[in-house]
C-alpha cells in the first residue's frame, strides 16, 4: 500500500468524520442532515480549503456515486405522503430531467 493508498483511505475517513459530523450539526438545528453532508463536502472540496482536489474526485468517482444514491435513499425517507400528493409532479419532472441529463 502506497502513500497514495494512504491519503485517499484518509480522505475518505475524513470525509465520512466531516460528514456525520455536519450531519450532526445541523440535526441539532433542526435541518436536514443532508444539508450537513454537502456543506462539508463543499468546505474541504475544490469550493472551499481544497483538501480534495480533481485527481482524487477521479478516483474516488465509484464512492461519488454510491454516497449520492444513500443521499437519495435519505432524502426519499424524509417525504412524507402529504409532500408527496403536493409535489409529486415537480419531484418527478425534476427527476426526469436529470436521468435524461446524465
Do not use: W
Request: glycine share 16%.
Amino acid at each position: 500500500m502506497g502513500i497514495f493508498h494512504l491519503n485517499i483511505l484518509f480522505l475518505l475517513g475524513l470525509a465520512l468524520f466531516g460528514g456525520t459530523v455536519g450531519g450532526r450539526i445541523f440535526q441539532k438545528l433542526r435541518i436536514p442532515q443532508v444539508v450537513g453532508y454537502i456543506a462539508i463536502g463543499i468546505i474541504i472540496g475544490e469550493s472551499g480549503v481544497r483538501v480534495v482536489n480533481r485527481d482524487i474526485i477521479t478516483a474516488l468517482q465509484p464512492f461519488n456515486y454510491f454516497a449520492l444514491g444513500l443521499i437519495g435513499f435519505m432524502v426519499g425517507g424524509e417525504l412524507k405522503k402529504e409532500i408527496f400528493a403536493k409535489y409529486g409532479k415537480q419531484f418527478m419532472t425534476i427527476l426526469l430531467c436529470e436521468g435524461i441529463a446524465q
